[in-house]
């Protein structure tokens, strides 16, 4: 017995519009759960990051165990890293997303501390003599002429998430990457085609909003550009 001609989910087409109206429900929710472990695990990654970079940068000895901390890190292959914070996590959404914190930390805290060593000394030395404490030194000098460099690591940064939530699939929670590795077991085409297009869509979304938000907040750079 044949497929009707018009039932492309029978005939197991990449392409194919019934899928997308069918499964609506499942594709929002593993879409929504991909967006939340992405925000959540680059925000905590920025949190983590700011001060170690702030440490590396007002205390040179710490700036090579830092970096070469977050740098091996950032080498452990994925299914590898999330075996040896499972016994901490157990088989939960925060095993994924304390993973990806890990992995996110390399390319933060380099882009920072790029951003805090590039701020000119005589700056600096300005603000001072203008009465600016380390605090409000920090807050409206060194961090707005790091931006650029932070906000080019955190670009990175969340699209390397989006892409490696995908692995959370092996624990159950991977959003998108659920869809995927179930399609590839039972060769589900419109399923495997349309959650990897899902997740190049929000990658390149993430990259645009960002790079958005960064020339809103440093318009100077783009009047010397």
Known sequence: MTAPPDDCLARNEWICGAYLTSRREILL?????????????????????LPLALAARHRRWAAGPVLGVTTVLYTIPSLAMFSL???????????????????SLTLLVRNILAGLRAVPEETRQAARGMGYGPLRLLLTVELPLALPAAMAGLRVAAVSAVSLVTVGAIVGFGGLGNLIYSGMNTYFKAQVLTASVLCVVIAVAADLLLLGAQRLLTPWTRRTS
């Open 85 to 103: 914070l499972l016994p901490v996590y157990g088989l939960s959404a925060a095993l994924v997303v304390a993973g990806l914190v890990l992995y």
């Open 29 to 49: 929710d593993a879409t929504l759960q991909h967006l939340q472990l992405t925000a959540v695990s680059v925000l905590l990654g920025l949190v983590i990051a």
